[in-house]
């Protein structure tokens, strides 16, 4: 056995001693202490003294640091599965990449550090970057301004927990619970909570852009004051309340909100980059150079509206009709426009697909790389000089369409004679 590993379980034993009250024991202190790769399962390590340690790409699991002052300790990389955090002070912890799934983190104390180390400078905020804390539990754990970016959490209880002004970019919150607890300005940017528990939960200032809710239990959450669009500062009173009414219609599955209608209206220009506006009425409006990046536009109707020179990339129209819509110039690289499936309100089975409705639309000039449009309905759509290089067209009712004059390098094209 490694010296200093042989050193750290004598201290455990000693330590095992103090947790029983035996005078001859002592409590384990591994302030500022280096070790590295440390292998420690499912060791009691209750109430120690953990300040400033590093224990980088440690194996811990199953390990109980219940109640341990543990602040700007360094745990990145560290295995941590199924251990006991329980009323833990981690204040300015670095746990990034860590494995802490099922880990019950139940009262642990994450917030910015309070007093400095080694290796941590007082106020630093505690990192969970890219953690795996998958069927965690984190009832009332204080998580305020904590860095939770790319973070995995799916199914996590957070119930009751602080997260106000964390960062959760991108992290995963599929089917977690965040029950009576607040997210009160946190920055929910690309990340996933659909199907997640959120209610009586205070979501007030949180910047929900690009926020996936699809599925989430929204009752009695508060919204005050939440960017949902890009550049929504930009937007007139009556197009940024209509856009938020149409974002809380979608995220509660229509038990709240109302769904817009933008029918006729003159948006040429506008900025409504990585809005969720599935189901919206846009027919015959003009959304002319307008920045519709990464918008979500399931189901939404785009019928004989002018998109002419409009950035959709990557935006997700599946199900969406654009009938006789003006697309000439316009960027849809990396999109999809395919069909999606239509669900039985009762049953929540699929009735029927939906697919993607290009007919009569005007593609020229348009950029379609690397675009899904399998099963896209393209009859009597004009082509001429589109840009379909790495696009799937594969299924598509194209019949008569000459893509000729069009870019289709690497392309997978509707076969000649498809028919329905």
Known sequence: ???EESSIHTKLHAHSLYLEGNSQGRRLDLRNAKHPGAVLPMVDMRKALLIGADLRRARMEGVDLSSA????????NADLRAARLIGADCRGGDFEDAILAATDLTDTDFRPA???????????????????LENAALVRTNLHKANLTGA??????????????????????????????????????EASLEGAVLVDTDLSGADL????????????????????VSGQEDLSLELRTMVFDHFVWIASIGTRGRPASFQGMDLSGISLSGADLSAADFRGTDLSNADLSGCSFRFAKF?????????????????????????????????????????????????????????????????????????????GA????????????????????????SITENAILPEPDWEI
């Open 1 to 3: 056995m490694d010296p």
């Open 209 to 228: 852009r690009s926020c996936r809710l699809t599925g989430a239990d929204l009752s009695q959450a508060k919204f005050d004051r939440c960017p949902v």
């Open 69 to 76: 002052s543990m602040a700007g300790i360094r745990l990145s």
């Open 114 to 132: 309070r007093l400095s180390t080694i290796q941590k400078q007082a106020g630093e905020p505690t990192s969970l970057e890219n953690a795996d």
């Open 303 to 379: 019928d004989q509206a002018n998109l002419s020179g409009a950035n959709l990339m990557s935006c997700d129209a599946r199900a969406a009709s654009f009938r006789e819509t003006d697309l000439s110039d316009a960027v849809l690289n990396g999109g999809t426009l395919s069909s999606m499936a239509v669900l039985d309100p009762n049953t929540h089975r699929v009735m029927t697909y939906r697919a993607c409705d290009l007919s009569g639309a005007k593609l020229i000039g348009t950029r379609l790389q690397r675009v899904n449009m399998t099963t896209a309905i393209l009859s």
């Open 152 to 189: 995995r959490a799916k199914s996590a209880r957070f119930e009751d927990a602080t997260l106000d002004s964390a960062c959760l970019r991108g992290a995963d919150f599929t089917n977690a619970r965040f029950t009576e607890g607040t997210l009160a300005n946190a920055d929910l940017r």
């Open 382 to 405: 004009q082509v001429a000089g589109a840009d379909f290089t790495s696009a799937d067209l594969s299924s598509s009712k194209a019949e008569g369409i000459d893509f000729s004059n």
